[in-house]
């Protein structure tokens, strides 16, 4: 009996706490919510309970559903701190200090991480000053899941900015905060989800990759917990096996002071050991040197700063350790305790571990320690002795890459996005590349992508997203050269071509030696002034550097206009303008004389190019010293003309050929699959809506969304009348029969479609496509009475036309039902072959119309015409149409 009695109470003691009301870890004390936006409390408790949350002295009450999930809606809110909120089940908990201010997710990898401590040193004012009550923080842990989203963090919580507190938020994060909230006095709300070393994959949505099907076998593969075992232990038995330590200066101490050095050599520090006679070495070398030091240091805490150290180190100071770090990228910064140091000479030792590429001691980074406002140099001329020699690595040229869980399409998303989904935004920082340098082509989609994921996710394309520019690193080239990191600059840039988008130019706030740049003031201040245009509306502010508008050749010179010049282009130091190069056909570039014409203007000119053409400028990975800035101080961004830039003076813009994707009578399809498939890889397609059709009329906000990003919105009637005499086509109601219609209907009819369009994307011309293909009405064929109206018109039949053959009002189509990806590509191998312009025609992509065609069919066109850009190209029937003209006048 007694132990049925205690089983009745662990079962009491079970059931009580699963009844307990929950909060996610996001609803705590001092939290941040969204001003002026509806807001969502959430949380979990036992099935079917009463939950009532009570917010300045309101009730609101709702019961969990049969997961035990609940959420409530509170009405929007102005800026405001200090504020409580009850939320009570068959528990209560009390949630204090909330603000209602602006909520930013800043999302990204290491240098988004880097925190005020490591920055401590460079900006002592900032965190003495940090009494910021209103600026709250709050980190993600690194967490990872390959199955899919989950619902809250296990640990994390807000902290407002103090002194001591400051110091573990993100310093980007912090700058950027503090420039907005002392401009708007509104409390700022930073959510920091960043982890180092991860690549853009690892924080797109499953959803995010709906139109890479590759991308999705692996998410799939990665959600069978059998096959990721595998792949994990793969890894471990593929991994290089840690070197037994056979160092004998672990052994014979040779960090004692009292040891007597026999063999060492000297060592100029700071320096690569690769660099000073120990080629190719991976392994332990010792470092040791003497130093008086004041007797005024003796008894005190000293301060010793050694640079960076590639990769680990332990460093000793008379025999004791006094720390060590166990990778390259922290900078070392160590404490001498009191009563360590001794007066005469004291000996210092440095063990160094490095596995890979050069060991050794940063240059260009401070080495020295300090006390009593004195500092002695510890640079110079040390000894060394190298303790052990690796054996250098074997790996199979077929085993499988480690299996990083970090790393995989999604993981990051799903653990440490994810949670945040309920929460209002007023828009996203995005600090991250640095891990896809290697491989910076697909960058171009993937962008786009996770920009597109990230505002579906949060059901607002209007969301501002402000991307930092990787910053220059790397040795100095001086001359002009190919560059990955150039080429992930201009995939960011390409961020621009959507909306509500902004690049933050860091190309002067890097440095040359380290991939942790510490000046994270500027860039946080530079990503403020693009939050203060686009998120806060204040349209002066200049947010960006000099941008590439045109060039235009004269004999052997090249002339560029540039807008976001502000009052007018400048040198930063006064010198003639930097890293300009230049080059014929052959694309051979040299360095270019770059003259300042006008306020937006630049003359570029080389005496070793007579015919120019192309123009490059800081596409280097670390063009140092750029000086062409505008006159609001903000440096122009790399760019180029040999890569995407069209010649608008050839057919096809020069490329070999043209291809236009349209797709008829406004489906719910068109807008929920094809649309955010274009935009993932910044392509345009052109849309004809039917005016009376249900996808056309109800989702008027979507279609306008549509046209603001570059989508074409074309006429194809009020009712979509068709011409019923023709076989098969008995489905044709009697009141839309196009054989019947006068001259006088069709007119009115595709007129009031016109004013239909005009309401939704303001624009007068646009290009018609023939309901059905038929042209006819009772007076004969009815579209040249309206040639003044439209640019173009589409018909339907299965043909090609070269650029001199193309009749405007008359352009033919493919019309696609059932096709695979396989043969719709061909058809644009064709198209590449003859020089033809390709229309393709599409109804239902995934459904919702009988002449259909996949999503998986659509996304292998899709992605063949986005890798084959540079031949192809692809835009919109109006666009298409109006590059004719001009080439035609």
């Avoid at 939050?531 to 002339?559: E, F, M």
């Amino acid at each position: 009996m007694r132990f049925t009695r205690f089983l009745l109470f662990l079962i009491f003691l079970s059931t009580n706490s699963v009844a307990q009301v929950r909060l996610p870890k996001l609803i705590s004390d001092n939290m941040v919510l969204q001003r002026d936006q509806p807001i969502t409390v959430w949380g979990w408790a036992t099935p079917k309970e009463k939950v009532t949350v009570t917010f300045k002295n309101k009730k609101q009450n709702t019961l969990t559903g049969a997961d035990g999930k609940w959420k409530i809606q509170l009405p929007a809110q102005p800026a405001g701190t200090g504020f409580e909120m009850v939320i009570k089940g068959k528990n209560q908990l009390t949630i204090r200090n909330i603000a209602f201010g602006d909520v930013w997710l800043c999302n990204g990898q290491s240098n988004m991480v880097i925190n005020m401590e490591r920055v401590k040193e460079r900006y002592p004012d900032d965190i003495a000053t940090a009494s910021y009550p209103d600026i709250r923080n709050f980190f993600i842990p690194t967490l990872t899941d390959l199955k899919g989203p989950q619902q809250d963090f296990p640990n994390a919580e807000w902290k407002a900015a103090n002194p001591k507190d400051v110091l573990g938020f993100g310093a980007v994060s912090y700058f950027f905060a503090r420039d907005l909230y002392d401009q708007y006095k509104v409390p700022i709300g930073i959510i920091n989800s960043s982890v180092g070393g991860t690549p853009i994959e690892a924080w797109i949505s499953e959803g995010g990759y709906k139109d890479f099907a590759d991308i999705q076998k692996v998410i799939n593969k990665n959600k069978d917990t059998a096959y990721v075992l595998e792949r994990k232990q793969s890894s471990l038995t593929n991994a290089p096996k840690p070197p037994k330590s056979t160092d004998p200066g672990l052994t014979e101490h040779w960090e004692s002071d009292s040891y007597q050095p026999k063999g060492w050599r000297n060592f100029n520090i700071p320096g690569y050991w690769e660099d000073q006679g120990l080629k190719d070495l991976n392994g332990v070398v010792w470092f040791r040197r003497e130093f008086d030091l004041p007797e005024s240091w003796i008894g005190k805490p000293v301060k010793l700063y050694m640079g960076r150290i590639v990769d680990a180190d332990e460093m000793f100071v008379n025999g004791k350790s006094i720390g060590r770090v166990t990778y390259q990228y922290p900078p070392r910064r160590y404490e001498i305790p009191a009563g360590l140091l001794k007066a005469g000479k004291n000996t210092f030792v440095i063990r160094v571990t490095n596995t890979a590429g050069k060991g050794g001691f940063v240059p260009d980074k401070p080495y020295f320690m300090t006390a009593d406002d004195q500092e002695i140099d510890l640079k110079g001329t040390w000894q060394y002795k190298v303790g052990q020699v690796f054996e250098p690595a074997k790996r199979s040229d077929d085993s499988p890459a480690p299996f990083i869980a970090q790393n995989q399409p999604a993981a990051l998303y799903n653990a440490m996005i994810a949670p945040v989904l309920p929460m209002k935004l007023k828009g996203f920082l995005w600090y991250q590349g640095e891990t896809n340098v290697h491989d910076p082509q697909p960058y171009n989609v993937l962008l786009p992508a996770l920009i597109n994921d990230r505002r579906k996710l949060w059901n607002d394309d209007n969301l501002p997203f402000l991307v930092v520019q990787l910053p220059n690193f790397q040795d100095i080239d001086f001359l002009p050269a190919e560059s990955n990191m150039a080429l992930l600059r201009e995939a960011q840039n390409r961020a621009l071509t959507l909306k509500n988008t902004a690049v933050a130019v860091t190309l002067d706030l890097g440095e040359w030696n380290d991939i942790h740049p510490l000046n994270k003031k500027e860039i946080g201040q530079r990503l403020a002034l693009s939050a203060k245009n686009l998120a806060y509306g204040d349209k002066n502010v200049v947010h960006s550097g000099p941008t590439l508008k045109s060039q235009s050749i004269a004999a052997d010179k090249i002339v560029l206009t540039f807008d976001n010049v502000a009052d007018g282009i400048k040198s930063a130091d006064e010198e003639t303008l930097r890293w300009f190069a230049m080059a014929g056909d052959d694309k051979k570039f040299v360095w270019a004389n770059a003259k300042i014409l006008e306020k937006d203007q630049i003359e570029l000119s080389s005496e070793m190019v007579k015919t120019p053409k192309y123009i490059r400028y800081a596409w280097q990975d670390n063009p140092e010293g750029i000086n062409f800035y505008n006159s609001a101080n903000l440096p122009a961004s790399p760019f180029r003309t040999d890569g995407e830039q069209p010649d608008e003076s050839k057919p096809w813009k020069g490329k070999k050929c043209a291809v236009v994707l349209t797709y008829d009578d406004a489906l719910n399809v068109h807008l929920d699959n094809v649309i955010p498939a274009l935009d993932s890889l910044s392509l345009k397609g052109s849309f004809y809506l039917t005016a009376s059709s249900d996808a056309a009329r109800n989702r008027i906000k979507d279609w306008r969304a549509a046209a603001s990003s570059g989508h074409e919105l074309g006429n194809h009637t009020l009712y979509h009348p068709c011409d019923a005499t023709g076989p098969g086509m008995s489905w044709v109601k009697p009141e839309y029969d196009l054989s019947k219609y006068s001259m006088g209907r069709i007119q009115d009819e595709v007129r009031m479609c016109n004013a239909f369009l005009k309401s939704i994307d303001g624009l007068d011309k646009r290009t018609f496509a023939f309901t059905c293909g038929h042209k006819k009405v009772t007076e004969g064929e009815f579209i040249q009475t309206l040639s003044s109206e439209f640019i173009a018109a589409r018909a339907v039949r299965h043909e090609m036309h070269t650029f001199e053959e193309q009749k405007l009002m008359d352009i033919d189509c493919y019309s696609m039902v059932e096709q695979s990806g396989k043969d719709m590509i061909e058809l644009v191998k064709q198209a590449q072959q003859s020089g033809k312009l390709l229309v393709f025609l599409f109804h239902g992509v995934g459904g919702e119309h009988a002449l259909n065609v996949s999503n998986q069919a659509h996304s292998e066109l899709l992605h063949y015409l986005k890798e084959s850009e540079k031949e192809i190209y692809v835009d919109t029937m109006r666009n298409v149409a109006e590059h004719i003209q001009s080439l035609r006048k």
